[in-house]
């Protein structure tokens, strides 16, 4: 409940919006934010491989190439063919800053298949191909 202070004239109607129930909303949704965005999964969900010698990825990748292992390509999240990957590719690179391509292949995939895909970023002009890796724990086998 709002109060006046002062002089009030005696048919003047106040109103005030009460904000504590908007402000316990706001907290809420900034809670469940805060909980919710590093769960978040960036990218297309392919079992990466594994590697012992690696080196830290930047935190901003521009352009990501994922194969998942039953073959289908992703640009980023939009989805190619071997046909217009080229085109797709060349297009990515028209807005990157960084000239660098990172490539997510799931680590079941058929190894002629990313000489294909290595074939063909090389006619899009793609001189720096950086592949996405885990991070091998164990090194015992």
């Known amino acids: 409940m709002a109060f006046a202070v002062g002089e009030k004239k005696k048919d003047e109607v106040t109103s005030e919006p009460n904000v504590v129930p908007l402000c316990d909303v706001l907290l809420v949704l900034l809670i469940i934010f805060m909980i919710a965005t590093p769960l978040i999964k960036k990218g297309i969900d392919v079992e990466l491989p594994v590697a012992i010698n690696t080196i830290n990825m930047p935190e901003n990748l521009e352009v990501v190439l ?3 292992n039953d ?11 071997m046909d217009n990957l ?4 060349e ?3 028209l807005t990157a800053s960084d000239p660098r391509l990172y490539l997510r292949a799931d ?7 990313i000489i294909e895909v290595v074939y063909v970023l ?3 002009g793609i001189e720096i191909v950086g592949i996405i ?9």
Not at 71 to 81: A, I, N, Y
Not at 86 to 89: I, T
Not at 134 to 140: F, G, M, R, V
């Open 86 to 89: 080229q085109l797709m590719v």
């Open 66 to 68: 994922s194969i998942k």
């Open 107 to 113: 680590g079941n995939i058929n190894y002629g298949k």
């Open 122 to 124: 090389k006619d899009a």
């Open 91 to 93: 297009e990515a690179f």
């Open 133 to 141: 890796t885990e991070i091998k724990t164990d090194t015992k086998d």
């Open 71 to 81: 073959g289908k390509m992703f640009v980023g999240q939009d989805e190619v063919t």
